[in-house]
Nanobody, 112 residues
Framework: QVQLVESGGGLVQAGGSLRLSCAAS????????MGWFRQAPGQQREWVAH???????NYATSVKGRFTISRDNAKNTVYLQMNSLKPEDTAVYSC??????WGQGTQVTVSS
């Protein structure tokens, strides 16, 4: 059974940084595309970034240049480094394995 567990969320001031982690179990994530999505209150879930099994990355325009997705295959974990955070980045961030499996999410709150 595949499980994805996110961690690293919290409250940060605008301009600050956070690093989210998504630890996978039940499957080796190196063979799969991994992605991060976010959902703010009252809004639809929004794609943030993904990384292919080959390591190619892609980002939403709203986070490009500020966020970095990476993976550590030895730890079976994918990360989202978030810098220069803005209040509009406030949301629940969830990771996904090939859009088939999802974690429960971690709250990120950016204060102005």
């Amino acid at each position: 059974q595949v499980q994805l567990v996110e961690s690293g969320g919290g409250l940060v001031q605008a301009g600050g940084s956070l690093r989210l982690s998504c630890a996978a179990s039940g499957r080796t994530l190196s063979s799969y595309a991994m992605g991060w999505f976010r959902q703010a209150p009252g809004q639809q879930r929004e794609w943030v970034a993904h990384i292919t099994s080959g390591g190619r990355t892609n980002y939403a325009t709203s986070v490009k240049g500020r966020f970095t997705i990476s993976r550590d295959n030895a730890k079976n974990t994918v990360y989202l480094q978030m810098n220069s955070l803005k209040p509009e980045d406030t949301a629940v961030y969830s990771c996904t394995m090939s859009f088939d499996y999802w974690g429960q999410g971690t709250q990120v709150t950016v204060s102005s």
